[in-house]
């Protein structure tokens, strides 16, 4: 029976809004933290709170079942995403990783992302279905008005005075309405609800995205300014530098670092046979765990933006450099904040997207066709490769993984406890650093073979980030809380001399690579440090501010 005027909601209707309030809470407390959790809570009662007013037409009941589902869902479909992100990547949904690997994407990188990591998804999935079978089934139970109401006698007279506990419960729902629309009128509360940030979340992706459209002004100002520094190039005759640069690779997953699985041994050949010559930094560290920020850094030499810091590929060119941009990626930020700098860019890989199954080795013969240009006796070539990004079984050839089988890593990844699909990746992973080999190599023999062989020639290979993939968390992917995401590998080679022995023991950060580059490129510039040069004399270790604690630098 429908309440009577004047009374109490019903239990089921409390009920009802006791189960869902706890619901959105729960789902709220997963996703924010400390006062952010009230905030939430609040913004969310109006509905909730909906439930215990008695509603006579069967059809206003219908439509507040379906606008408090809607409604729940929403805030719960946030719960779950920021919880995701703070679990997996320990990063707000605004944060400028999440936003710069947002507008940074595609359908078919996002597909590819969701296909690797299917398991997380559907546990969230799973949960967010279940909150919404249980919001819908009480949902329903919302209190019901009556449909007419009986003549006043005097037994009804008495029991039409509310009881003490009814008008506490109508302060207690005023109350909270009250400090609902107070919230609601505040806009730093407002802009935490669902429908508000995630409507200026896409905001912020587009303007981010057309900031990246076109930079023509930005890399005008910088150019001007490398012109005004007059860089210096220090020595006569050709000189040809090659940087190469990958994605994704830790240095823990290669046999010149070490490890159990042959996966480099084309680079372990060219070590033997070059010496001294080429320099394998043994405690290489990215300070970034993503590859916008760490290419930032790389070629703005680790300065803030404060500093107004010049653009590396600007200073090579304002020295006498032809510069050349060959790249895996087909990455429109990466294109306009760098490789448009050269002279020469070519993205070989046409399909959007760090997703796509373009291998690494077809860019061999463009690189080698900058090696035979002949129209400048100074080159410096850059090179991108997709190296081990996620998707790692898209990073090798078909049916090339010789590491599909059990041996030493597979049993000690067991020992760890680590799952059946982290141990597979791990294959993967292997399988693609073992075909990166192969490219990185042929990179290495082209420069080696280059020019005469009186001609200065120098190399340097990096990567951007490392990754995790069952080292240290029963996960596999980019690790911003982990030490494996910033492990990573660095190795120089030059013909004309070998580098100080004690080059390869000192500790490397990756965002110092500027002041190292210029060494190679023979450049001298008004800023020049050489404090950072790692493979310089006068090299000065500084840690860098990783949110990571790592026990050692060196090792």
């Known amino acids: 029976m429908p309440p009577a005027p004047g009374q109490p909601p019903p239990r089921s ?21 400390g006062r952010r959790i009230a905030q939430l809570a609040v913004l969310a009662a109006p509905a909730v709170l909906w439930l215990l007013w008695p509603l006579r037409s069967a059809r206003m009941r219908r439509l507040r079942t379906l606008c408090v589902w809607l409604w729940a869902m929403g805030f719960a479909l946030d719960g779950a995403v920021r919880a995701y992100l ?169 046999g010149l670092y070490g490890y159990g699985r042959p996966t480099t041994p084309r680079l372990q050949a060219h070590k033997a046979q070059a010496g001294e010559q080429m320099a394998v930094l043994k405690n290489a560290w990215s300070v970034d765990a993503s590859t916008l920020p760490a290419l930032r850094n790389m070629f703005h030499f680790g300065l803030p933006e404060s500093d107004n810091p010049p653009h590396v590929l600007a200073l090579a060119r304002a020295a006498g450099y032809k510069v050349w941009w060959i790249s895996n990626h087909d990455d429109l930020a990466i294109e306009q904040q760098h490789a448009r700098f050269a002279d020469v860019v070519d993205m070989v890989n046409r399909t959007p997207g760090r997703a796509s199954a ?56 067991v020992k760890e406890g680590r799952s059946a699909w982290v141990r597979r990746f791990r294959q993967e992973y292997d399988a693609a650093l073992l075909y990166h080999d192969f490219v990185v190599s042929e990179l290495l023999q082209q420069t080696r073979s280059a020019g005469k062989p009186d001609e200065y020639r120098a190399w340097m290979y990096l990567s951007d980030h490392g990754q995790e993939v069952g080292h240290v968390s029963d996960r596999a992917g980019h690790s911003p809380s982990t030490a494996s995401g910033y492990r990573i590998p660095a190795v120089a080679w030059r013909n004309q001399q070998p580098w100080p022995p004690h080059a390869a023991q000192q500790p490397f950060r990756a965002d110092w690579t500027g002041w190292t580059l210029m060494d190679m490129l023979r450049i001298q510039w008004s800023g020049q440090k050489a404090e950072r040069d790692v493979l310089g004399g006068s090299y000065r270790w500084e840690a860098p501010g990783i949110p990571v604690a790592v026990e050692s630098f060196t090792r």
């Open 13 to 33: 209707a409390l009920l009802a809004c006791g189960v869902v309030g706890a619901t959105l809470l729960a789902l709220i407390a997963l996703g924010h933290d």
């Open 86 to 254: 703070l679990d997996t990547y320990q990063a707000a949904p605004d944060g400028a990783m999440v936003l710069g690997a947002a507008a940074n994407t595609n359908a078919r990188e996002s597909s590819e992302y969701l296909w690797m990591h299917w398991r997380s998804a559907a546990v969230w999935c799973a949960v967010l279905v279940g909150a919404g079978v249980l919001v819908g089934m009480f949902a329903r139970r919302g209190a019901q008005g009556s449909q007419r109401e009986a003549p006043a006698t005097p037994s009804t007279a008495s029991t039409a005075r509310a009881p003490r506990s009814s008008r506490w419960l109508t302060a207690l729902v005023a109350l909270a309405l009250l400090v609902s629309c107070a919230a609601y009128a505040s806009k730093p509360w407002r802009r935490l609800h669902p429908a508000i940030f995630w409507v200026q979340w896409v905001e912020s992706l587009h303007t981010l995205q057309s900031a990246w459209a076109d930079q023509q002004k930005q890399r005008d100002r910088l150019m001007a300014q490398a012109k005004a520094i007059a860089p210096v190039f220090t020595q006569a005759g050709p000189s040809t530098v090659v940087l190469v640069i990958t994605d994704s690779i830790n240095r823990d997953n290669m």
């Open 358 to 413: 373009s291998l690494d080795g077809e860019i061999l013969d463009c690189v080698q066709e900058a090696f035979a240009d002949t129209s400048t006796e100074r080159k410096l070539i850059v090179v991108h490769l997709m190296g081990a990004h996620p998707h790692y079984s898209l990073r090798f050839p078909a049916n090339a993984n010789p590491f599909d089988d059990v041996d030493a890593v597979e049993n000690g990844l």
